[in-house]
């Protein structure tokens, strides 16, 4: 059974720092791609970085200068560090691992992030 475990989140002032961690286990396919989204209030979950099994990294604009994403292949970890944090970026954060072979990606189960003072 597949298990993502997510770990990091909590409450942080604003201009504070979080790390996001991911750890994946039981799937029998490689993983491929690694990501984080979130879903703020009353919004839809949104991507906020990804990973390739390659190392291409995408980051939606918001959060670009701020937030680094990088993962661990040895460890099938994903992890988010998040700088500079701001009111707006208060959201449920989930990790999402897709594989190689026919079988749909999996979710964590989702870890808060509070920013407020």
């Known amino acids: 059974q597949v298990q993502l475990v997510e770990s990091g989140g909590g409450l942080v002032q604003p201009g504070g720092s979080l790390r996001l961690s991911c750890a994946a286990s039981g799937s029998s396919f490689r993983i491929n791609g690694m990501a984080w989204y979130r879903r703020a209030p009353g919004k839809q979950r949104e991507l906020v970085a990804s990973i390739s099994s390659g190392g291409i990294i995408n980051y939606q604009d918001s959060v670009k200068g701020r937030f680094t994403i990088s993962r661990d292949n040895a460890k099938n970890t994903v992890s988010l560090q998040m700088n500079s944090l701001m009111p707006e970026d208060t959201a449920v954060y989930y990790c999402?691992?897709?594989?190689?072979?026919?079988?749909?990606?999996?979710w964590g189960q989702g870890i808060q992030v509070t920013v407020s003072s």
């Open positions: 999402n691992v897709n594989y190689f072979g026919p079988v749909p990606g999996d």
